[in-house]
């Protein structure tokens, strides 16, 4: 059975840190890469960051060189490391399997998610 498993998230201030936790079981990211979406309220869900199973990772613009992404292949987790949070930052963030990544693009495979979890950053 396909299962994705989320942990993490919370409420901070502007530049503090969280961390998002995804463990996924029923596949492997040598399967299925795994990405990280955010849907913020009134707007569409986004793909923000992606790890395969080679570690070739991904980021959109608006959170390269402050969010990490990484993966424990042994556990079957990944990781989304969140610094310098921003209150634009504040959105439901979802781990989802995906068929292709890349910095812009984010393909999930239909039910494949995570429950999401809630960040919120205040100012």
């Known amino acids: 059975e396909v299962q994705l498993v989320q942990s993490g998230g919370g409420l901070v201030q502007a530049g503090e840190s969280l961390i998002l936790s995804c463990a996924a079981a029923?596949?492997?990211?040598?399967?299925?890469?795994i990405a990280w979406f955010r849907q913020s309220p009134g707007k569409e869900r986004e793909g923000i960051s992606c790890?395969?199973?080679?570690?070739?990772?991904y980021y959109r613009d608006s959170v390269k060189g402050r969010f990490t992404i990484s993966s424990d292949n042994a556990q079957n987790k990944v990781f989304l490391q969140m610094n310098s949070l921003k209150p634009e930052d504040t959105a439901v963030y979802y781990c989802?399997?995906?068929?292709?990544?890349?910095?812009?693009?984010?393909?999930?495979?239909?039910?494949?998610w995570g429950q999401g979890s809630q960040v919120s950053v205040s100012s």
């Open positions: 989802a399997a995906v068929w292709r990544c890349g910095h812009d693009y984010y393909y999930p495979r239909a039910g494949y």
């Open positions: 029923g596949f492997t990211l040598d399967d299925y890469p």
């Open positions: 790890i395969t199973g080679k570690d070739n990772k």
